[in-house]
């Protein structure tokens, strides 16, 4: 009985120090904003990406749009506006009250390399 009770107080010990050595997880980076400058037709834009948003300036009106499904590129909707990132190229369209994609191009845009 006493070779038992020796045996259980060692497993519980092992046990907890293989609890005790797993190491946790790392905690989750939060995404940095990233600041992108682009030409919009002839304006400089300076758009600033997060997680699901992008925020910029245009028409001297502060925008922050979330991002939406897209087949391709990045794509943000909201405010009347369609943000569509697709490599270096934005297009900047209007969006009709109602619909869900722009019906109206605002802006050609290019990021201006660094």
Avoid at 41 to 49: D, H, N, R, S, W
Avoid at 56 to 67: D, I, M, N, Q, T
Avoid at 95 to 107: F, M, N, R, S, W
């Amino acid at each position: 009985m006493r070779s038992f009770a020796i045996l259980s107080v060692l497993a519980l010990l092992t046990s907890a120090g293989a609890a005790a050595a797993t190491p946790s997880p790392a905690p989750q980076a939060t995404p940095a904003r990233i600041k992108t400058t682009y030409i919009c037709t002839g304006l400089k834009v300076i758009a600033y990406y997060d997680k699901n948003r992008v925020a910029f300036v245009y028409g001297a009106k502060h925008y922050s749009l979330p991002h939406v499904v897209s087949a391709d590129g990045a794509r943000f909707l909201g405010s009347g506006l369609e943000w569509w990132e697709k490599g270096p190229n934005v297009t900047l369209s209007s969006v009709a009250p109602g619909e869900t994609t722009g019906d109206t191009v605002l802006a050609n845009c290019v990021a201006v390399k660094k």
